[in-house]
T-cell receptor, first 113, second 113 residues
């Protein structure tokens, strides 16, 4: 079975540009999570969706960040405008239910110059 | 939500030896999960132990849970070079926020061939 699929794997762009990260969760999973990982702050939960509805977005750092889940098989995380401090690895994860083990994608390594 | 704190921060052993990592947390839990992260990859779920369980095994992995001490340990027996990775524990609360995994800095395990 395919795992969680994220794209792109790497993204390098200049500050001020819009960045869109994409995630395809495992089929049948009703919970989707976006995380950000940096050396300084470790792994942080940004937003949690259940049945395509945002349940907890308390980790979204600023209004520049937005996330959508238009259907059960696709989610996006958008940063507009991007800043150098947004440079990090962004992970998407999904689970059968919110309190079950999470399956992570291999992340998008984002560099904002 | 609460964060697990892993100890030690780094551990270096020879292939064939056992590796033990510890996790401490602050408040009562619903369950506790252990994850592994290989360099440049997403987290992989290893094992989940519920609050009413004291020990659980999975292959070469043994996890213990002591709720009176609010601590857990992960033992990897007969380690291999491929076990080189960072290991994270994630305690989850009961109730409405039981989806929330708050990761610590992890234990970086290096298994030398």
């Amino acid at each position: 079975d395919a795992g969680v699929i994220q794209s792109p794997r790497h993204e390098v762009t200049e500050m001020g540009q819009e960045v869109t990260l994409r995630c395809k969760p495992i089929s049948g999973h009703n919970s989707l999570f976006w995380y950000r990982q940096t050396m300084m702050r470790g792994l942080e939960l940004l937003i949690y969706f259940n049945n395509n509805v945002p349940i907890d977005d308390s980790g979204m750092p600023e209004d520049r960040f937005s996330a959508k889940m238009p259907n059960a098989s696709f989610s996006t995380l958008k940063i507009q405008p991007s800043e150098p401090r947004d440079s990090a690895v962004y992970f998407c994860a999904s689970s059968w239910q919110g309190n079950q083990p999470q399956h992570f994608g291999d992340g998008t390594r984002l560099s904002i110059l | 939500s609460q964060q697990g704190e892993e100890d030690p921060q780094a551990l270096s052993i020879q292939e064939g030896e056992n590796a033990t990592m510890n996790c401490s947390y602050k408040t009562s839990i619903n369950n506790l999960q252990w994850y592994r992260q290989n360099s440049g990859r997403g987290l992989v779920h290893l094992i989940l132990i519920r609050s009413n369980e004291r020990e659980k095994h999975s292959g070469r992995l043994r996890v213990t849970l002591d709720t009176s001490k609010k601590s857990s340990s992960l033992l990897i027996t007969a380690s291999r070079a491929a076990d080189t990775a960072s290991y994270f524990c994630a305690p989850t609360n009961s109730g409405g926020s039981n989806y929330k995994l708050t990761f610590g800095k992890g234990t970086l395990l290096t298994v030398n061939p």
